[in-house]
């Protein structure tokens, strides 16, 4: 993890990470094409952030062929009067029930008259942008609902963001341009939504804006999965994370955690085991009785790097699913980031909650932490990262680790750092900010996921044992992660032993070879 430095007379650069494609057409020729295009036809309806949606559209030429109507509805009486009533006005209930009302009223109005040739469609967002009032949070809903065809049902794009502009004429600027592109990409690019989702900051940077929750739903989009699409939020890093629950919907990030205490388990889940639920269960059973979390709604995350989903410079989409699924038959709400390091998780997580945060961890994880090679990148080293990773009292608890049946027990407690760290480590453990955990169950510390992965897919017997019930249910009955049934393939080659010689010695012999 270590990244080389440039000469000290030369400033910094943070490349793009997700730089503008040359060949991708500009916002003003996006738009050009749209309005140029007698196919569809739609209403804009913007709240908050002024128009600039619709905006961009009229500035272009030609809008006659494009909207039908465009409406801003500031007011919060006159919203409601015409949405409902709502408690949150920059949300995915008041952005649904824009699209709702809007939609409906087109089609009465021109379903007969245009229905049978145009392609409708609604586009809607409602945004907080940055003012004197609300300074900091500047965040949006955004969403298109259209037809793939005419007269054909309607499919849908919801997406969150967060504008990270300073001023409020740029964040007002950036939130058009990111409208054009969804506008755009859902009547052009429907049929490819990972393409889509990498047109959605072309013409703005990840340092601008941040595209950190969507959904795809409707007859257009029947094949796709969300969370394969929230899994490309991050890869193509227009999220830090992203976030779904256990039963598989699209949530953004601050509507779970805000005002919340946060306790977070990382890991590969490949696949789940016994020590995995042991460390989480014994850490929120400790969490739980510090005096500023008790009586607090908590939430627990289970969390995945990319580099935890990679595999030889790759993501197996099957082989995520499959951690996810494992995960969700135990009811667990799912975070993907990309945040290798742990201040840098912490960071993200103390952005929505200024409650208590922590993160439940192994040995060997804590001896990572005070690995200094990784911070080679901070001009502060190790103490820069610690001053960000502990701020608001962030607690680690770390479960034991015994690293082969003849040596010692390692915890917390008797772990040994490099002497010049020592006086840190003392310090940390000294005001509970890194804990052992307690009560953890001894017969589990000789189960390691790697060793539950290899038995189970050798066929060999007794990783039923390691891992949880449900856990294991799942992954026999769906046969997940490579799993081989020993005794289904004995009984196979039983019953083609009964059948004539000729018919029998290829398998036979393919048994022996084995053996």
């Keep these: 993890m270590k990244k080389s430095r440039g000469a000290k007379s030369l400033p910094k650069v943070r490349p ?3 730089p503008p494609k040359s060949e991708a057409p500009n916002t003003h020729q996006k738009a050009l094409e ?23 559209f009229f500035r272009v030429g030609g809008a006659a ?3 039908a109507k465009t409406i801003s509805a500031y007011d919060m009486t006159v919203s409601d009067a015409i949405y409902g009533h709502s408690d949150r006005y920059v949300s995915r209930t008041r952005l649904q029930s824009m699209l709702d009302h809007e939609y409906q009223l087109l089609l009465k109005r021109l379903g007969k ?3 049978a040739s145009v392609k409708f469609f609604v586009f809607a967002n409602t945004v907080a942008a ?6 900091e949070n500047a965040h949006g809903w955004l969403g298109i609902r259209f037809q793939a065809e005419p007269r054909a049902k309607p499919s849908e794009i919801i997406i969150h963001a967060r504008l990270n502009d300073r001023e409020n004429v740029q964040q007002q600027e950036a939130l058009g341009i990111l409208g054009v592109n969804l506008v755009h990409g859902a009547i052009y690019r429907h049929k490819q939504p990972k393409e889509l989702i990498a047109s959605l900051l072309d013409g703005l940077t990840t340092e601008r804006l941040r595209v950190n929750a ?3 739903s409707g007859p257009a989009f029947r094949d796709v999965d969300n969370r394969l699409m929230t899994l490309q939020l991050v890869q193509q890093n227009l999220a830090g994370a992203a976030m779904f629950t256990a039963d598989g919907e699209v949530v953004e990030v601050s509507e779970v955690l805000y005002k919340k205490p946060i306790l977070v388990e990382r890991g590969s889940f490949h696949p789940i085991t016994n020590v995995t639920i042991d460390m989480l269960e014994c850490a929120q059973s400790q969490f739980v009785q510090e005096r500023e979390v008790g009586g607090e709604e908590l939430v627990v995350l289970m969390e995945m790097t990319l580099n935890n989903l990679t595999d030889h410079g790759e993501i197996a ?18 975070l993907i980031s990309n945040y290798g390091t742990y201040h840098r998780l912490a960071g993200y997580l103390f952005r929505y909650s200024k409650r208590r945060v922590a993160l439940v961890m192994g040995v060997p994880s804590l001896m990572q932490i005070f690995d200094e090679k990784y911070y080679a990148d901070l001009d502060g080293g190790i103490l820069e990262s610690f001053g960000r990773l502990f701020k608001n009292d962030l607690k680690l608890y770390v479960y034991p680790f015994r690293p082969s049946r003849n040596q010692p027990l390692v915890t917390a407690k008797n772990l040994q750092v490099a002497p010049h760290l020592k006086d840190l480590y003392a310090y940390l453990l000294r005001n509970r900010s890194i804990e052992s955990i307690r009560g953890y169950r001894e017969e589990y510390l000789p189960v390691f996921s790697r060793d539950v992965l290899a038995k189970l897919r050798a066929g060999q017997a007794g990783w039923e044992k390691m891992v949880p019930p449900p856990v294991a249910r799942m992954i026999k009955g769906r046969k997940l992660l490579g799993y081989r049934d020993t005794r289904s393939s004995g009984d196979k080659i039983l019953k083609e032993k009964s059948r004539p010689l000729p018919q029998s010695r290829g398998p036979a012999r393919k048994v022996r070879k084995r053996g």
């Design 214 to 216: 969507i959904e795809f």
């Design 65 to 67: 062929g494009t909207i």
């Design 16 to 18: 793009n990470p997700v």
């Design 113 to 115: 008259k245009r229905g």
């Design 130 to 135: 940055r003012s004197y009032v609300h300074p």
């Design 317 to 334: 989409h099957r082989d995520f699913l499959d951690r996810v699924d494992m995960l969700r038959t135990l009811g667990k709400t799912v």
């Design 34 to 56: 749209v309005n140029l295009d007698p196919s569809k036809y739609g209403v804009f309806a913007e709240i908050g952030a002024g128009q600039e949606v619709a905006r961009w």
